[in-house]
């Protein structure tokens, strides 16, 4: 199983913008969809974005489309998420996933522990 390991989050103003970033480690990069969720306070899980790990265009839904954007660096086994003006309601906690290539949406199998991102007004 592959493991991940976020780190990026922290506390910025309305406006602002942060980088978050998942490393990953224990099985090939290209093997996996690699993806970004958030859950807030007393709130479900939110899908935001997806990625192949081998190659082609990100995924983002339409929440977040236009500020976020996700990319990878397959040298490095790390998948990005940029995030661009950031507004109070993205405050959550923002995890990185990854599923078996070709797999459906339920599939998200590998988490990360989560990065705290919070946005002040």
């Known amino acids: 199983q592959v493991q991940l390991v976020e780190s990026g989050g922290g506390k910025v103003q309305t406006g602002g913008s942060l980088r978050l970033s998942c490393r990953a480690s224990?099985?090939?990069?290209?093997?996996?969809?690699w993806g970004w969720f958030r859950q807030a306070p007393g709130k479900e899980r939110e899908f935001l974005a997806a990625?192949?790990?081998?190659?082609?265009?990100?995924y983002h839904t339409d929440s977040v489309k236009g500020r976020f954007t996700i990319s990878r660096d397959i040298a490095k086994n790390t998948v990005y998420l940029q995030m661009n003006n950031l507004k109070p309601e993205d405050t959550a906690t923002y995890y990185c996933?990854?599923?078996?290539?070709?797999?459906?949406?339920?599939?998200?199998?590998?988490w990360g522990q989560g990065t705290q991102v919070i946005v002040s007004s």
């Open positions: 224990g099985r090939p990069f290209s093997l996996y969809t």
């Open positions: 990625i192949a790990g081998t190659g082609g265009p990100g």
């Open positions: 996933a990854a599923k078996p290539r070709g797999e459906g949406t339920d599939a998200w199998s590998s």
